[in-house]
């Protein structure tokens, strides 16, 4: 059996899946790395788009709007959505558990009651969770992460939209790879001026 090859996406983050689209890229699906207290959710068309975002507390699930938009070519297709939370793994603290209860609580009530978008929940014991190119969910190994090239600078850009934007409105996601290549350009969410008076440099 050949080795998965997943393209991994960083803490708020996304990575897709066109079957229309070629890639330079040789991959077998979608995966996170440790989502911690992050949650993860697919959006998988019955065009055979496939959409995953990392999603930690500070995104906003308007950015979860836009991934079934695009999967879905704006309402013209069927799709499923999944949101993956880890629950049984021993490394948790009670206050994690919390959280992940907490947040998936929240976007429950977003997807649902705000919007009346229905999901199907899974629970993973594991650190990761991955989608392979038919939409069948599984559990991945480390060894099988393709990273981006700039993953350092993705996280890098990540903390700073965590500290200077509006987790209720303006949290971006980064979008790491479109389904035929990796993001050459991580833009930050806030001009250098509040990001400097922000942190305190000046």
Known sequence: MSRERLICANQDCIVRYDPAVNSGIDFTGLATDDLQSCLAVIVCGENGRISLTHKSRQLPFTEILKEIDWVSRGDQGSYQLFVIRQV?????????????????????????VEKGISFITQENATHSIAVNLSGEIFEPTDDSFLRAPNVDLFKVVNDINRIVCDPAVNMPGLLQFDGSKWSEEVSVAADVNKIVSTIGIV
Do not use: P, Q, W, Y
């Open 88 to 112: 049984d793994n021993v490394m948790l603290s009670d206050h994690e558990r919390e959280l992940i209860s907490t947040h998936f609580s929240m976007l429950g009530k977003a997807l649902l």
